[in-house]
């Protein structure tokens, strides 16, 4: 191996509007397109590496100083990411304002400016490790240690969601769309019927054994009723309830009581290690999070008050491949848990959790995945759900390759972008049909 | 990348007995000889990789199994190990009973199957990412995500010691020594004035800054006497005091008392979770430990109880490099320090320890090291300690070679021994110099 050809000799970035289906959530529902960033490391071999992650502005300027920062780095040199983007732009006033803010999507607990920058140096350390899997042939769970599987469970995702983004014409065309964005033809889906229809679909194409609905959009007894519904539909299957922390304590318990007798686990019922301490100390159901322990430094208190029995790894949140091999270590070590989460995605990020959840014994519950709701995508070949589960890639790196001319088109689409897009707000995109909306507070039940 | 070069294609174990100074422990004194096991991984590519673990009879069982069991398996598989260490041969009933009894050296806390089988597997894991990363031309600090740091602080191991074993010349000549144990020219080390000698040689020799000082040997006050003499010698050097577990929780707290203002940590200074707790509670001098926390079962209740402020990794312990790597993360969201462990060990451990301390962040104590103890080794060139620091190396593998005349003396000398060196036994070396004498039962003051 000829050293100088694992020196990173280009960063380029390319920023991208993706299509996203109106799916509901407690903030509010999906933007007609959502911002993701799509990271290319060039070596001076010449190999590609890829990685990709949230596109909204501030995680871009991170990117971007990250970017200047690693040319002349080896791609194997990935544990010294995460100095290096703390001091190659310090993140400013400005950012860490922004960070004081909800996350994008609303849905990550509280965001701080370390949270940002781990989501910014999961894609560099994905583009890194994909680089060095093409450079030595080698599939990107060989350098995690090997897989423990040949195959990973996904979980069907179901939403509620309406047929079309408002103002798109009913048959899915542009046509009176201000946003220009075509319809899918999954549908209407607002009572627990329309849940059952779309996970009966999405067991037909895929196979998916496990149903997450997203909830915390219509008042608990309608959600209820909907994982009701499924478990009569599909006997003994998991099922699991999300509401995004959208419920009181009491709420909460209310719901497990319900529900106790067919949920695999309750996720983020309530906000707050608290709440959901409470919540676990009353319940024998299984409480699962992605929202009160987002970073090893939430690990300890949420641990030492046994507030979760799950919890749900993402690589973009915990920075990167290695790090979420280190939060199932965790897991391991304390007895919890470990599932994964998702949120909106492409095939970049998709084959990355596929090839770490490969690596990971740990891994007891099927992934969240938000990946068949994308119908674009900048990779050459979409992977295909077979029984629920993705197969994982012997092929070097990530096992996936970028279409250049897809991923030119939805850049284009995010420079054409007048910026009201370029920034994921879910309560925006609701005001656009319910211009009264504000994101609600929590508990709202 | 050809995949089945990578493959298994044979494993070689040969267990040695290799030449051990009479250095003194609570336990008794280490043998004349005692007993490793090179392991070498030859893949079907022809590369072969080394590792080193502990050479005892039940190890040595163990290592057979595996190395029996993982012809086919690539050597980029190590998280499969674990697995196929517990299948290959579920530990037998001698087995269970064996780790019922304190460990090699008597020094690793409470012996388990478990503990037994992770020493083991980290010699193949050692092993594995060694011919990886020869055959892919890259060192194994780059498999584990790439070095932090250049350099690795170690620091000087002192030991109240005997000039030679009973019955060895005081030339250092073999003549007249049952054993055949050529002796060094250390000279004894039984009093303040003899350790100060000692540290100052090793200042001179490898100018390692920090000093460990074995304790539990002689009465509390002669080894606080002798740390108050280094703390002379050596003022503001980093000093440590580990009398493995020898002292009642207020002894501990009366050493600390005394040695507060010297100490960089005291280590293990009584047995278990619960004193060591006790003392942690009622004293500022951090308490360090690698006989509480020496597995991951261990580390829950040791953390919640404000155990211990630094853990000496040990990749041995612990099951290997990426093991180590998972042991370092869990202290950095406990916000315990960390540092490392070593028992008595030839260059193909310290090259692994080195490598690994490289890609830690985290590790911000020296390192411990037995090998300027030892006079041999089975690597061609023995590392040399600068400035109290190894160079970290970036050739491919951990970056050393068998030297096999070597290799073979020292198997020659395990093969010719009658059985009763073959296990290490600190406490039957010490009877041959005191018949009466019994493996001191703790606290023992």
Excluded at 404 to 426: N, Q, S, Y
Aim: proline share 7%.
């Amino acid at each position: 191996m000829d050293a100088l050809k694992l020196l990173v000799d280009e960063v380029r970035l390319t920023p991208i509007l993706i299509s996203d289906p109106p799916l509901l959530n407690v903030q509010g529902v999906h933007q007609p397109f959502t911002p993701r960033l799509v990271v290319e490391v060039i070596t001076r071999g010449g190999v590609i590496g890829l990685g990709e992650t949230y596109g909204d502005g501030v995680y871009l300027d991170l990117a971007r100083s990250l970017a200047e920062a690693l040319p002349g780095h080896p791609v194997t040199d990935v544990n010294s990411l995460f100095g290096l983007a703390a001091t190659a732009d310090p993140v400013g006033p400005e950012a860490e304002r922004d960070a004081a803010d909800v996350d994008a999507g609303g849905l990550r607990g509280v965001r701080t400016a370390d949270k940002l920058r781990l989501s910014v140096v999961s894609a560099f350390e994905t583009a890194c490790l994909d680089a060095l899997g093409k450079t030595l042939g080698l599939p990107v769970h060989a350098l995690l240690g090997g897989k423990v599987r040949d195959t990973v469970e996904y979980s069907a995702y179901l939403f509620y969601r309406w047929a079309a983004h408002p103002g798109a014409g009913p048959s899915g065309g542009p046509s009176g769309a201000p946003t220009g964005h075509p319809a899918d033809d999954w549908g209407a889906a607002l009572d627990p019927a329309g849940i059952v229809a779309q996970a009966r679909r999405f067991d037909r194409l895929y196979g998916f054994r496990s149903f997450k609905l997203k909830g915390g959009v219509f008042e608990p007894e309608r959600e209820i009723a909907a994982i009701r519904a499924l478990a009569e539909e599909f006997p003994g299957r998991p099922l699991r309830l999300d509401p995004n922390g959208a419920w009181s304590v009491e709420t909460s318990l209310a719901v497990a009581r319900e529900l106790k007798d067919v949920l695999e686990y309750l996720e983020d019922p309530a906000s707050g290690t608290g709440a959901m301490a409470e919540i676990a100390a009353r319940t024998d159901v299984p409480l699962a999070t992605n929202m009160c322990v987002t970073t090893f430094e939430e690990v300890p208190e949420a641990f030492a008050k046994g507030a979760v029995r799950i919890v749900l790894c993402d690589h973009h949140y915990w920075g990167g491949l290695h790090r979420t091999r280190e939060l199932a270590a965790l897991c391991r070590t304390y007895g919890v848990g470990l599932s994964m989460h998702s949120n909106t995605h492409l095939g970049i990020s998709l084959a990355a959790m596929t090839q770490v959840a490969a690596t990971l014994p740990e891994l007891d519950h099927a992934c969240d995945t938000h990946y068949p709701w994308q119908t674009e995508d900048v990779v050459t070949t979409r992977p295909v759900f077979r029984a629920g589960r993705l197969a994982v890639s012997d092929a070097p790196g990530l096992g996936v390759e970028l279409d250049r001319t897809a991923l030119a088109a939805l850049h284009r689409r995010w420079l054409d972008d007048d910026g009201t897009l370029r920034e994921r707000d879910d309560a925006a995109a609701m005001r656009v049909a319910d211009p009264g909306w504000r994101t609600p507070r929590v508990p709202r039940w």
